[in-house]
């Protein structure tokens, strides 16, 4: 397993529950309104949950999140890490 791998694991188990809602909610392509209004915060809470997965996972854009996503689910549905 590649360091890059093991990192992203890490990364994404480093997350708060609420970190890790709004990760999922944009990896499925939701705007930071329609999340807001699904999980009945505000857009700003929205708006500082993600800049908080982005800054954990390293990512600079959400195209290179997702690609760190999948690339971690791959490794857990392999058995590694405790998702």
């Known amino acids: 397993m ?3 791998r093991t990192t992203a694991i890490a990364a994404i188990d480093s997350l708060t529950p609420q970190e890790r809602q709004v990760m999922d ?3 499925s392509g939701l705007s ?3 999340m807001a209004k699904k999980l009945d915060v505000s857009i700003r809470t929205i708006e500082s949950r993600r ?3 982005f800054r954990k ?3 600079k854009s959400l195209p ?3 690609a760190i996503v999948v ?3 791959e490794c857990t ?3 590694y890490g405790k998702r």
Do not use: I, Y
């Open 51 to 53: 800049q908080r997965v």
């Open 25 to 27: 909610l944009m990896m």
């Open 64 to 66: 290179e999140l997702v």
């Open 32 to 34: 930071n309104k329609a």
């Open 2 to 4: 590649s360091v890059r």
């Open 71 to 73: 690339e971690a689910k």
């Open 77 to 79: 549905e392999k058995g």
């Open 57 to 59: 996972l390293n990512a």
